[in-house]
């Protein structure tokens, strides 16, 4: 029988047409080349040999650093196990490890009496950002002010193939959200404030990350488009544990949430992206993981979505106080899998309990495993000579030089060149005394930001190898250059010109929620050392939004935003000394002050510090 699946593959891979990139977001979403109801003739049976503990089996996923034990994978009959934020390996956090961790999952998965295969999620959002040795690119705003979609492509390729070095299938990106106010703490998982860009780019990282569509390509990773629905349009004051803004309410009518916050989701629909994460905030009160109208009848109905969605975590919790009516209301509401780290055993007893007592119908969990098992099916995970074996070819590129290169180049198209009066920048290739000053200019965690190693990153060095900026200096200044480096810049006073690298520490979700968007005391400290100095002076903000900088633009000669690019810190040595002319543009409205935001594409105010678009 499997044969038969995998023969029908083939032909339903060959005839499908490959859509071409940057479809109409209005197309049809279910053109034929997407369609994952193709399968459904080939899982039918292997549904219908199912126990109910199976198919709610493969609805449950738990954290693999949660499980009481991996044989729990076999007794729960789990579908799906992800690592979250800080989920490591026990036995350390190397590619190898990461690979042997896969593989014990995957080989407990198939140990059951059906032996259906696990799908392993992790957060891949900026490279696989998890592990040691990884590329890590520049987080999502960087990328949306170079405004190419085909190294956005390029990018997810090789996360995709970094991903499965390590034998892992799936990823928790791309986040498509649209940032309404820079408050928010996840604003740098967004490619813009406008939906145009987000959906363009995130239909991008869908080819990228999945390929042309779903299929046994070991070099290909199952996507996920997130968080579903306006996670990025919540309202200050309405966020996590009456944090500022992250999971909180959005407030407004639909044609503004269908306008701003839908519209990228046609194109990640169309471009067959095969999983979808509902957000944990909510819309007018109503939270998005319990709601019925946007997540079946508009997402799977009216866009015509087949693939499956994917619960945040422990997101189905916050729907109501009850657990058991929690669970009730979001599989009911079109749930399919749920994110459930360590409460997997409560999770699946009671969801049996909701189907034994008429709550929860069969046909809902029928739906939902049938949708989990179209992503199995199209991804060979089903064929008879699936293996779960990692590709070596794959684990000699992880962290290659080619792979880094992409990853440089990235950085150089994100910089927005916000100011130059001539006198400091370019950095002139005979500059004999080169002054680098700054917390951001010597440490490569505050370059990578959040999703870094540890779900929060980490200040300094993140020991996943890479390049920092003042090591980038050095390495492109004269070799007659003499580069010195201090965090509080006093020692500016002789230099040619002083390169001042400042900006955030690392931080994700809530804990990045800022009231304010101030420079940091020890920032504002060295502009003034060196502006008191008098050497010309570049300043480049290492940040995940726009911070208010006014008077550190009037005192910088040069003003570069470098967003958080990553590892590969040579790509803005390469736009400091003229070896890459700037080309970013701003994909996101710059305030003058936190009272305008928010502040966006939408609602132009001329009193804003830099407009959408702006770069010079
Ligand atoms: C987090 C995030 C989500 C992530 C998930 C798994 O809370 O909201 O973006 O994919 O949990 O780590």
Redesign the pocket.
């Known amino acids: 029988m499997r044969t038969a699946i995998r023969i029908f593959s083939v032909v339903f891979a060959l005839s499908s047409t490959t859509a071409a990139l940057g479809e109409s977001p209005t197309a049809d979403a279910t053109s034929a080349a997407k369609k994952l109801s193709a399968y459904d003739e080939q899982i039918k049976p292997l549904l219908a040999k199912m126990t109910l503990q199976e198919k709610i089996g493969q609805m449950t996923q738990p954290d693999q650093d949660s499980l009481q034990s991996e044989t729990d994978i076999e007794t729960f009959f789990v579908g799906s196990i992800?690592s979250?934020?800080n989920s490591d390996p026990q036995d350390g956090n190397t590619l190898e490890a990461w690979t042997a961790l896969y593989l014990r999952c995957q080989k407990q998965a198939m140990s059951t009496r059906l032996g259906i295969p696990l799908l392993y999620g992790v957060?891949a959002v900026h490279g696989h950002n998890n592990v040691i040795g990884a590329v890590i690119f520049p987080h999502n705003l960087g990328l949306g002010c170079t405004g190419d979609p085909e190294l956005i492509r390029e990018i997810s390729e090789i996360t995709a193939k970094e991903v499965r070095a390590t034998g892992i299938e799936w990823t928790?990106a791309p986040?498509i959200t649209v940032p309404q106010d820079e408050r928010w703490g996840r604003t740098y998982e967004g490619y813009s404030e406008d939906p145009k860009i987000a959906s363009e780019l995130g239909e991008a990282a869908v080819f990228g990350l999945q390929g042309p569509r779903l299929s046994d390509d070991p070099q290909r990773v199952l996507g996920c488009a997130?968080?579903f629905l306006g996670d990025g349009g919540t309202r200050p004051g309405t966020g996590h544990a009456d944090g500022l803004l992250d999971q909180g309410d959005m407030q407004g009518d639909e044609e503004m949430v269908r306008r701003m916050h839908l519209f990228p989701y046609y194109a990640a629909v169309d471009a067959g992206v095969g999983t979808i994460?509902p957000s944990?905030s909510s819309w007018n009160g109503k939270k998005m993981s319990g709601h019925k109208y946007l997540m079946t009848d508009v997402l799977k109905g009216e866009l015509g979505f087949e693939g499956f969605l994917i619960s945040?975590?422990n997101a189905i919790d916050q729907v109501t106080p009850d657990y058991k009516e929690a669970i009730e209301q979001s599989i009911n509401a079109g749930m399919d899998m749920v994110?459930v780290p360590s409460n997997y055993a409560n999770f699946t007893k009671f969801l049996e309990e909701l189907v034994n007592e008429g709550r929860v119908p069969m046909s809902r969990i029928d739906d939902a495993v049938t949708r989990i098992l179209r992503v199995k099916c199209a991804m060979g995970l089903l064929d008879d000579d699936y293996s779960p074996e990692a590709d070596p070819a794959l684990q000699e590129a992880f962290g290659s030089a080619a792979h880094r290169d992409v990853a440089r180049r990235a950085v150089q198209k994100s910089l927005v060149l916000l100011k130059d009066n001539g006198k400091a920048f370019p950095i002139a290739k005979g500059a004999t005394k080169i002054c680098v000053a700054g917390k951001c200019a010597d440490d490569i965690g505050n370059q990578c930001g959040g999703w870094t190693i540890d779900w929060q990153g980490k200040s300094g060095e993140v020991t996943t190898g890479g390049t920092t900026i003042v090591e980038a200096i050095r390495s492109t200044a004269a070799d007659a250059a003499d580069v010195t480096f201090s965090e509080d810049g006093k020692d500016a006073a002789d230099a040619d010109v002083a390169i001042v690298v400042i900006g955030e520490k690392p931080y994700a979700?809530f804990m990045g929620d800022s009231a304010e968007l101030v420079l940091d005391p020890e920032d504002v400290a060295t502009i003034k050392n060196v502006t008191a100095s008098g050497t010309p002076m570049v300043v480049v903000l290492v940040s995940g939004r726009p911070l208010i900088i006014n008077d550190t633009l009037d005192a910088a000669d040069a003003f570069i935003a470098a967003w958080l690019p990553g590892t590969e810190g040579q790509g803005v040595a390469d736009v400091l000394f003229g070896d890459y002319k700037p080309t970013g543009k701003l994909s996101i409205t710059w305030p003058s002050s936190v009272d305008q935001i928010p502040l966006n594409s939408t609602k132009q105010d001329d009193s804003c510090l830099f407009p959408i678009g702006f770069g010079l």
């Open positions: 992800l979250g934020g957060d928790f986040c997130k968080h994460m944990y945040d975590y994110m979700e």
